[in-house]
Structure formats: structure tokens, C-alpha cells
């Protein structure tokens, strides 16, 4: 080799080192995600007016005496929450886009954390959980109008060690389930609108007598406790839920009704783990 190629070897190797650099600086520089602290009582979401779009880690705590999730609506076309409200009973118009947000922990000071990728617009903050009287609480004043704003900065979706894909209708994770802190991918495979519930169930239960249980109004001791989730998610939306579990036997089901009116739990959309 002549001595002007070593010259430019050597040259292209430093450019090539000077970029590689550059990346490496670029992504420790980005952000992790925006976070936004929201309390859940009865009936209403206390949260900011406007958020920064991006990666935003909703820490969601119910300090009500009810179960309680936050189902984040994004409100297209120019849409705003007293359209929304108008809406009949049926299928959601396609202006009324279901992006996920944390589903239920426990009452009296539950917390759970999930990251979603925010894009600028209006949307809406609901809770579908029925309560006492039958009906969801986002009829009972349950919904709350929030802003997401346009924003330069760079943030990142955490990191994630296991992913738990929803198809229509079952839940799969990518690999076994061990005891300690995740951070899950939850990915909506579709086509339908799913969400995600876990329960930590008592001895000998099955996510079969969860159903059950909330079918007969939740009345006598519960044979599970929720621990956490991925609220409504439309086709190809995936969040990112932090969770910390301790040994023992879980399920997984989703609430959300079929067009023939029957809870995807009911269609077999319920997935029992143990986790060691």
C-alpha cells in the first residue's frame, strides 16, 4: 500500500471514530422522559393543564376509596373533551384516538408508572372503571382536558426488558416472567383495542375468578389485587409500564368490550404466570 492510501485509511478511520463519538455524546445527552404526577380521587384527575410533547412517565396515584385507571385520549381534527362527552354509546370515531396511560393500581395510595410517547394536540384523561352505581366514572365527571405542546427537546422511551404483546385475544411476554423491578413493552398487535391488567391472585385462584368476581359486582373477598397496567391501546401504540413484583401467581386480562358487547376476558383474553 502507497503511502498517500495510509494517509487516507488513517484519515477516513479518524472521521469515521470522530462520528461514532458524536453519536454516542448525542445519546447520553438525550433526556429521559418528561414526568407528570397525576392523583386520582372521586370523581376527577388533579394533573397539569399542558405538557411538553415527547416521552412523558405518567406516575399515577389513586387516593380515592374506588379503583381508578387514567385512559389518555388523543382529540384529532380539532376536536376537544365536550365533543368527546357528546359522543353516544358505540364505536369510537376515528378523531377519538386510544394511546394507553396507566391502568389500575390499588385504592388508597396505589401508584403506577407508564411511559407514552406524546405527540402536540388535545386530549382527553378519562377513567372507564364502573363504580358503585354501574356506570363508568368518566360519566360521572371522570375526564379531564390536558394540552400537549410542541417541543425541541430530545427525550428517550426507557429502556425496556421484556415485552408483552396483546393480540386479539390473547397477552404473550417475550420471555419468562422473574421476580423483581421490569420495565415492559407493552405492544398492541391488534386489531382491536386492548388494554392491560395485571393481578397479583390469592392461593389457588385464576385469572378466570378475577372475571368472575367483577362480573358479580365485585362482592366477597377479591381472588386478586391489581397491581398495575397499560390502559386502552389502539392497533401498532405500545407504552412502556414499570413494574416491581414480588413472587407468586398472576393474571392478566383485558375489560375492553367486543363488538357483540362481551369483555375480550370473556372471549379468552386472560393469561395466568407465576413468577419465581
Not at 430530545?154 to 421476580?179: E, N, Y
Request: hydrophobic share 40%; with cysteine; proline share 9%.
Amino acid at each position: 500500500m502507497s503511502k498517500k492510501l495510509h494517509l487516507l485509511v488513517g484519515a477516513g478511520s479518524v472521521v469515521l471514530s470522530g462520528f461514532m463519538m458524536l453519536a454516542v455524546n448525542a445519546a447520553e445527552m438525550m433526556a429521559g422522559p418528561n414526568v407528570v404526577n397525576v392523583v386520582a380521587t372521586e370523581y376527577k384527575f388533579e394533573m397539569p393543564d399542558s405538557i411538553p410533547a415527547g416521552p412523558t412517565l405518567f406516575h399515577l396515584f389513586d387516593n380515592g376509596n374506588e379503583l381508578h385507571h387514567m385512559t389518555l385520549v388523543k382529540l384529532e381534527q380539532g376536536k376537544t373533551l365536550a365533543d368527546f362527552a357528546a359522543l353516544p354509546p358505540g364505536p369510537m370515531p376515528s378523531w377519538a384516538v386510544f394511546v394507553g396511560g396507566p391502568n389500575t393500581p390499588v385504592p388508597h395510595g396505589g401508584q403506577v408508572e407508564v411511559t407514552v410517547d406524546l405527540s402536540p394536540g388535545n386530549y382527553a384523561a378519562i377513567c372507564l372503571i364502573p363504580g358503585p352505581d354501574g356506570k363508568p366514572h368518566v360519566m360521572n365527571g371522570m375526564a379531564r382536558a390536558f394540552t400537549v405542546t410542541p417541543s425541541s427537546e430530545a427525550r428517550a422511551m426507557p429502556a425496556s426488558d421484556l415485552t408483552l404483546t396483546l393480540t386479539d385475544f390473547q397477552f404473550s411476554f417475550s420471555k419468562p416472567v422473574t421476580t423483581g423491578k421490569h420495565s415492559v413493552r407493552v405492544v398492541n398487535n391488534g386489531p382491536q383495542l386492548h388494554e392491560a391488567e395485571i393481578f397479583k391472585l390469592q392461593p389457588g385462584k385464576k385469572g378466570e375468578d378475577v372475571l368472575k368476581w367483577m362480573e358479580g359486582g365485585l362482592q366477597g373477598p377479591p381472588p386478586g389485587m391489581p397491581v398495575a397496567g397499560i390502559a386502552p391501546e389502539e392497533k401498532d401504540r405500545e407504552n412502556i409500564l414499570q413494574i416491581d413484583l414480588s413472587s407468586g401467581n398472576y393474571a392478566i386480562l383485558c375489560f375492553m368490550p367486543d363488538a357483540n358487547g362481551k369483555l375480550h376476558a370473556m372471549l379468552g383474553m386472560i393469561y395466568d404466570f407465576q413468577v419465581i
